[in-house]
C-alpha cells in the first residue's frame, strides 16, 4: 500500500492514527507501542492459536522495545465466540492494571478488546492475524449478548499492524471470509448511488473513494487469496482495512454496507448456524451479495424512464397500513417486528415524498442505470468467485435453504432504515416479481 493512500486516510480517521502494513510489520509492533502510548505498561490479548502465529512475536517485539508487560491474557476456549461472557471476564482482568491492552487476533479478539477497553475508558492496539472482515478499522463491536449478537459503539484501535505473511498461513476459510466481505463493497456503492440521487443519503466521495480505489485488483485473483498468495492477501488485507477507515471517517458503516448486509443482519437475529457452528459474517454477506447483486441486475432490466410514478404513489400504503403490514410480515416474531417497525419508520415517507424520490430516480436514471451497470460485478462472476475463494456460493452452503431465503428476502424491506436498492424494488412494488424471477420456475434459486 502505498504512504499516500494510508496518509490520505489517516488523514480523515477519527481513532486510528497508525498503521503498519506489509511482510515482517509484526517485528514493529513495539516500535508503534512507544509511539503510541510512550511510558506505558502493555497487555497482550491473544487465545490459544493467536498467541501461537503471532502473539510470541509480539512478545518479543516489546521487550526489545524496552516496554513494560503485564503477563497475557489468553482466551483458553476452542470454540471462541464473540459473546458477553468474554467481555466480563477481560474486563475483570484489565480493571487491575494500567497496562495499554495489544489485541492479536482477528474478530473476536479485536471486537472483545476494542469493547473491554471502551469501557474503561482506555485506547487500545491492535495485531491482525487473518484478511478476514473490514470491522478490524471500523467503528464499534458486534458481540453477542442476552443470545442476541449486538453492534455496540466503541472507537476502533489507535494503531494497527497487519503482517501479511501471518494472514496468508490462517486457515484458508477466513481469508474467504474477509473475501466474501469485501466484494460486498461493489453492490454497497450501487446502493448508495440509488440513495444519493433519490435524496436519502448524499455520497461522500472521499469516503466512497477509500473504498472503491483499488477494490477491483483486490478482488482479482480469488483463487490466489486460497492459495495463500502473499501479495494478494495483502491486497485484501489492504482493501478491507481502507473500509473500515471510510467508516470511521463519516461515522458510518454506509461506505462498506447495503443490501448485502441486511441479510446478514437478519440471520444475526436468528442466530444462523450451519454444522454446529456460527457462520461467518463473511460466509452470511457473500451470500447477501449474491442477492444484491442479482436485485440490482433485475432493476436494471426495469423501464424506469418511463415510470408510471403516479400508479406507484396511488398504490403507496400510509404508515398506519405499512405497520400492519410489518406485524403480519413477522407475525410470531417479536424481535424482528420490533426491529422492523422501528427500521421502516426511519425511512418512511408519506405519498408526496414516494414521489419526490421515484421523480428523482426517473429524471437520473437514463445516466445512473449506465453507472450502476458499470459498478457491479455480473451476478454469474460474482459466484464463481465465491467459489474460487472457498466461500459459500449457494445459500445452503450455509444452512439456508431456498425456501428460507426467498422468505427472508421478504424481510429485507423493513430491516433496516438505510436506503438501499431493495427499496427501490421495494417501492416500485416489483418486490413479488423479483422473488418470481429468483425463485419461480427457472430461476437461480428455483424452488
Partial sequence: ???????????????????????GVVSRTGEMFTKLFPGCKAIIVADLNTW????????????????????????TDKELYAEWKHVEALK????????????VGSGVMNDTTKYVSHLISRKYMCVGTAASMDGYTAYGSSITKDGNKQTFDCPAPYGFVMDPVIAAAAPKELAASGYADLIAKIPAAADWMLADVTGNEKIDEFALGLVQDGLRESLSAPAAVREGDLKMTELLSEGLLMSGFAMQAIQSSRPASGTEHQFSHCWDMEDLCFEGKHVSHGFKVGIGTLASTASLEFLLEQDIENLDVDACVAAWKSWEEQEAEIRAVFDGMPGHTARGLKETRGKYVDKEGLRAQLEALKAAWPTLKTQIAEQIIPFAE????????GAPYEPEHIGVTRERFRKTFSYIPYMRSRYTNI???YRLGLLPALLEKLFGKGGVWEC
Fill in 423 to 425: 427499496d427501490v424494488v
Fill in 52 to 75: 501461537e502465529v503471532a502473539g510470541k512475536a509480539v512478545y518479543a517485539s516489546l521487550v526489545e522495545a524496552g516496554i513494560e508487560q503485564d503477563e497475557p491474557f489468553i482466551f
Fill in 92 to 103: 475483570a482482568r484489565l480493571e487491575k492494571t494500567e497496562a495499554i491492552a495489544i489485541a
Fill in 1 to 23: 500500500m502505498s504512504m499516500t493512500k494510508v496518509e490520505r486516510a489517516l488523514e480523515r480517521t477519527t481513532d486510528t492514527k497508525d498503521l503498519l502494513i506489509g511482510a
Fill in 382 to 389: 460474482v459466484r464463481e468467485n465465491l467459489r474460487l475463494v
